[in-house]
């Protein structure tokens, strides 16, 4: 039987430029989808699916994350004398030990931030979760992967379809036989150059893999980007693990791009019954007015 999946690691040491001005001073993952920063549904993600160690790779200016999960006096005690309710605090208090705090201090990529977290993961298989993807559905990605983990185990990616012309901006699977939601890994390309891509199936932000990529990592020279790449470490381990993408049945946004992110709020907020009925009003009114436009040869188009 593979071994339980308890410990998750959050790689969120990065810049969040294409997000700047707005990620000048508040980190990319405190940007919130509705009322809730994207990294609190990554770790709603991985509770659901039985996580009981969070690691953060965090890095200079990331302090508002580690504020975020830890008790908030002034603010519960301020509110609880008012006699207003705590339930909007839900899930953003975590018991100390249940999450670690690791510093990245240079930004040499993906790769090098998971190994940041080597002595805490130990030996023993861990989540990733990149939280800029946003992810979805009920059992939620991660609950999903480890359903999946426990009946072949090894390495899993999240698996997902794109668009031919957005494969160079991924970590790219070579896909082999498929087997319901499963498809077996044959090799791994990160962000390949367009038109050399093995297919337009792309690592989707949520991993689960084997202790034995840290060792791998320790000695993984830069690759794409001039970046220590955890796909490429993750390569090498095809041909001697089991190692399966796992298709992910919801949905999911690309909340690292400006459209993902904007898709992913408009989404979520149609979806909530206190606000969604009149953002669908004032949306059919925006589009309405648009076509007027163009009928009335407004268009610039
Ligand atoms: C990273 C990974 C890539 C993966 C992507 C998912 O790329 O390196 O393999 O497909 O996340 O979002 P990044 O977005 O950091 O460039």
Known sequence: MAARVRKAVFPVAGLGTR????TKSVPKEMLPVVDRPLIQYAVDEALEAGIEQLIFVTGRGKVAI????????????????RGK?????????????????????????LGHAIWCAREIV?????????????????????????????QVGGNMICALEVDPSETSSYGVIDPGARNGALTEVRGLVEKPKPGT????????????????VMRILETQEAGAGGEIQLTDAMARMIGTQPFHGVTFNGDRYD????????EANFALAMSMPD???????????????????????????
Do not use: W
């Not at 891509?197 to 034995?212: F, K, M, T």
């Open 255 to 262: 909340c690292g791009s400006k459209l993902g992110f904007a």
């Open 85 to 109: 309710p705590l339930s909007a605090l839900k899930g953003t208090r975590l018991k100390p030990g249940d999450c670690v705090f690791v510093r990245q201090q240079e930004p040499l990529g």
């Open 197 to 212: 891509a093995p297919s337009n199936l792309i690592v989707a932000g949520r991993y689960i893999l084997q202790p034995d």
């Open 122 to 150: 130990g030996n023993e298989p861990f989540a990733i979760f990149l939280p800029d993807e946003f992810m979805v559905g009920a059992p939620g990605c991660m609950k999903q992967m480890v359903d999946a983990y426990e």
């Open 275 to 301: 606000i969604g009925p009149k953002l669908r009003t004032f949306a059919r009114q925006l589009i309405e007015q648009e076509a007027a436009t163009d009928l009335a040869g407004g268009s610039v188009d």
């Open 19 to 22: 997000f700047l001005p707005a």
């Open 66 to 81: 580690e504020d975020h999960f830890d008790v908030a006096f002034e603010l519960e005690t301020t509110q609880t004398n």
